[in-house]
């Protein structure tokens, strides 16, 4: 019975710990950029969707004033570089970036960091469409483990992971549901 216990996933953020988090990662952003208003937001599907919104809304709500960035979705599909390792096809979704990207200022914005390959594909991806002037990496949990030299500028939590652990952000259009859960790995014996 403990053992099927110690498989089960389990909370390890709640909804107060990740407005909190979102809530530094936007100080964050203010603080670097002191005119947010030429900022461009771009979510890498799925995670980065909900998350760029809510980012957005408490960079207004510490700022003191309505911001209404330009805003877009990346998808990573086509930059991915373990194609032979997926167990399925991964899901195609549409790059949606309806702003010009060259010269801009970027802010990439996933809800987990964990080898640092989504985030190069996601590059990879946004500079397919232009260069931009910088892109800074905000995300929401960064669990260690980087395979590759990318390190995000702004994080809101941090958690100490196994390998072979997964880690899932749940965002709900109703933040009091939002949650984090530490899975084990599932194809472990």
């Known amino acids: 019975m403990q053992s099927a216990r110690l498989n089960q996933p389990r909370p390890v953020f709640d909804s107060q710990d990740i407005a909190q988090g979102i809530h530094e990662i936007a100080q964050g952003l203010l603080g670097r950029h002191a005119d947010p208003s030429g900022l461009g937001l771009v979510g890498i599907h799925t995670g980065?969707?909900?998350?760029?919104?809510?980012?957005?809304?408490?960079?207004s709500k510490t700022s003191g004033q309505q911001l209404n960035l330009d805003k877009g979705l990346v998808d990573i599909a086509f930059y991915r570089d373990?194609?032979?390792?997926?167990?399925?096809?991964?899901?195609?979704?549409?790059?949606?970036i309806n702003f010009p990207i060259e010269g801009r200022r970027l802010v990439l914005?996933?809800?987990?960091?964990?080898?640092?390959?989504?985030?190069r594909s996601a590059l990879e991806a946004i500079f397919s469409l232009g260069r931009p002037a910088s892109v800074d990496l905000a995300v929401l949990v960064?669990?260690?483990?980087?395979?590759?030299?990318?390190?995000?500028?702004?994080?809101?939590?941090?958690?100490?992971?196994?390998?072979?652990?997964?880690?899932?952000?749940?965002?709900?259009?109703?933040?009091?549901?939002?949650?984090?859960?530490?899975?084990?790995?599932?194809?472990r014996e």
């Open 48 to 59: 980065g969707d909900l998350l760029l919104r809510r980012i957005e809304a408490a960079m």
């Open 82 to 96: 373990d194609w032979t390792r997926l167990r399925q096809v991964p899901k195609l979704n549409d790059t949606v």
């Open 109 to 119: 914005i996933d809800d987990v960091i964990f080898t640092g390959r989504t985030v």
């Open 142 to 187: 960064d669990r260690g483990h980087r395979e590759m030299p990318i390190q995000p500028e702004f994080s809101g939590l941090s958690l100490t992971t196994k390998r072979s652990e997964s880690v899932n952000v749940f965002l709900f259009p109703e933040p009091e549901k939002d949650h984090v859960l530490l899975e084990p790995d599932k194809y």
